[in-house]
């Protein structure tokens, strides 16, 4: 028997984690990986990060634009799009759901302990 209650749930920081970052400003794969350690959002491999970068840009929520480098090899620059400001909004939404129904659970819980 299914009820009222939101379905959304919300597991993973780390991509919206990103598209956040984006949405303040575009940005390179070792700028993500050191902002989202500041940030406190979560520490990141390297390899792992670029992975996600690659599917969030297959899905349409980030572009990906070579730069050239002075030295070494080029560099890419990331931007979030406006699918993934879609996305990240929607998350967000879903966030505040969640936090509603934990503040209500809570509340409850401490009336009858």
């Known amino acids: 028997m299914r009820n009222n209650c939101s ?3 919300v597991e993973n920081f ?7 970052l984006l949405l303040k400003k575009p940005s390179y794969g070792y700028e993500l990986q ?9 520490e990141v491999n390297i390899g792992n990060l670029y992975r996600c ?12 634009t070579a730069v050239k480098s002075k030295i070494g090899p080029k560099k ?4 979030i799009t ?3 400001k879609i996305f990240l909004s929607s998350w ?15 509340k409850n819980y401490q009336k009858i302990v």
Do not use: A, H
């Open 7 to 9: 379905q959304v749930v």
């Open 14 to 20: 780390f991509e919206p984690g990103i598209l956040y």
């Open 34 to 42: 050191k902002d989202l350690k500041k940030q406190c959002i979560c």
């Open 53 to 64: 970068l690659s599917r969030l840009n297959k899905q349409g929520y980030v572009t990906r």
């Open 76 to 79: 890419y620059s990331y931007m």
């Open 82 to 84: 406006d699918k993934g």
């Open 92 to 106: 967000i939404d879903g966030l505040k759901k969640q936090k509603d129904v934990i503040s209500l659970l809570i």
